[in-house]
């Protein structure tokens, strides 16, 4: 069974459903409200143990409610927890998310995800020492981004960063990495480049491999070449909340098949991601994937 490590954020996720997007000093009616559970990292552990990994998620939770809801949750999913911290006289993180048109936008609250730290990675090290690929996300202190990258790399282990929310990096830390998972403005701002640049010369800057990710466009992926285009799968768009979490967990779970391989099946894990609502509402299994593969090849 394919061992994927994952660092990053758990949060609780406070959604609403709104027939539009609100403007400044704006009041209207929403159409709905729920909490979900969610946090990159916590996301990219429960899409991985669904497409069938063994996953093991390092990360920090709150002493409140949302922390106990929120461990149990990822229990459920088969995930080991044992490198999850509990933070005391902290609260568990948030993300307020408004969700329409078939899109969202998101404020996060970091809260007890601030406190995932190298020392944890350190605990962890036999445990991503035996990991098949190594996922990080930037919800988390840059400090313990750039350690996670730098043991993964002692360590012999392909890391995947998914730089969102994205911020300027150090070009040493991403060449640490096996492969970065920008969207085109994301990957303008780790460059510090202008995002109207055509993304295929961002990708030819970047100073290690990347799988660019373009929405319904699907994704392209290469190195300092003419990247590769793999196309999307047509679905109906319920919510696209948690469809980068999707794509970069399917990339991790099938990286050893080439990448090639593991670019179209994210693509497809991720398409089907959007068919429902919340993070992980529509999150498939993996035969969901292989249903989808073979009725579209």
Known sequence: MTHIVVVGSINMD?????????????????????????????????????????????????DDAFGQQLHDGLASEGIALEHVQRVANCASGTASITVAEGENQIIIVPAANWHVSPAQLAQAEAKIASADALLVQMEI????????????????????????????????????????????????????????QDFRELMRRAPCPVVLTRGAEGAWFGDNSEPTHQPSFKVEVVDSTGAGDTFNAALAVFLHEG?????????AAAALSVTKLGARGGMPYRRDVEALLARTA
């Not at 403007?23 to 552990?45: C, D, R, S, V, W």
């Not at 070009?171 to 403005?185: D, G, I, S």
């Open 141 to 196: 202190p840059l400090e313990t981004v750039e350690a996670t990258l730098r043991l993964g790399h002692r360590l012999g282990v392909p890391v995947i960063l998914n730089p969102a929310p994205a911020q300027p990096l150090q070009l040493e830390w991403l060449k640490l990495a096996r492969y970065v998972t920008p969207n085109q403005h994301e990957l303008a701002i780790l460059l510090g480049a202008d995002s109207q």
């Open 14 to 62: 406070l959604v609403t459903l709104s027939p539009r997007f609100v403007g400044p000093g704006e009041t209207i009616l929403g159409e709905g409200f729920l909490t979900t559970h969610g946090g990159k990292g916590a996301n990219q552990a429960v899409a991985a143990a669904r497409l069938g990994a063994e996953v093991t998620l390092i990360g920090a939770l709150g």
């Open 259 to 267: 990448l090639p391989s593991a670019v179209r099946k994210a693509c």
